[in-house]
């Protein structure tokens, strides 16, 4: 099990640019989270996906947007690319969005560098 | 509102030492508690969750509801410690979203 896999893994763009990034949950996983960390901060999230819906959302602005496939994969797009966008991005996946006490796993990251 | 404050950021100690990272929450429920571990390179992991208490890599931690803490402990420090250590707060009824605090590097020194 590759457990959850991103990409790209780095990446530059421009102000203003938009930018698709990634993510295939863990084997057996249906729900998928984004975080974004900036540099000496911790992941802060961003929002959750289940069954093809954003179940949650953090405080973030509607220039973040996401999408979840039926094969449980995930996409997070950010439009009009602003400096302080620049963060490592974390996916993370579990079981089910209903059950606690399931495990997080999180993903090795995207680092979006925006100049 | 949920926060979670690791108030040191860098934690220095030496080898055999004993070693505790702070975690201090607020939220008014009955959160879950996790302390996730970040070695170089390599990818945000779990090492421990309080609902299990148990031990891993000679670390353990103890919820204090009283004092809203999650103190991760360990007796005697080794040099593969070293790592950015996070704690994390989830609400018992919601599995996806993860309070984070802003990370302690720990660093053992031989």
């Known amino acids: 099990d590759a457990g959850v896999t991103q990409s790209p893994t780095h990446l530059i763009k421009t102000r203003g640019q938009q930018v698709t990034l990634r993510c295939s949950p863990k084997?057996?996983?249906?729900?998928v989270s984004w975080y974004q960390q900036a540099l000496g901060q911790g992941p802060q999230f961003i929002f959750q996906?289940?069954?093809?819906?954003?179940?949650q959302r953090g405080n973030f602005p509607d220039r973040f947007s996401g999408h979840q496939f039926p094969n449980y994969s995930s996409e997070l797009n950010v439009n009009a690319l602003l400096l302080g966008d620049s963060a490592l991005y974390l996916c993370?996946?579990?079981?089910?969005?209903?059950?606690?006490?399931?495990?997080?796993?999180f993903g090795e990251g995207s680092w979006l560098t925006v100049v | 509102a949920q926060r979670v404050t690791q108030p040191e950021k860098l934690l220095s100690v030496f080898k055999g030492a004993p070693v505790e990272l702070k975690c201090n929450y607020s939220?008014?429920?009955?959160?879950?508690l996790f302390w996730y571990v970040q070695y170089s390179r390599q990818r945000l992991q779990l090492l421990l969750r309080?609902?299990s208490r148990e031990s891993i890599k000679g670390f353990t931690a103890d919820l204090n509801k009283g004092e809203t803490s999650f103190h991760l402990k360990k007796p005697f420090a080794q040099e593969e410690d070293s790592a950015m250590y996070y704690c994390a707060l989830r609400r018992s009824s919601n599995t996806g979203k993860l309070i984070f605090g802003q990370g302690t590097t720990l660093q053992v020194k031989p």
């Open positions: 993370a996946s579990s079981f089910s969005a209903g059950s606690s006490g399931n495990t997080i796993y």
């Open positions: 309080h609902i």
């Open positions: 939220y008014s429920g009955s959160p879950e």
């Open positions: 084997s057996g996983h249906d729900t």
């Open positions: 996906y289940y069954e093809e819906e954003e179940r």
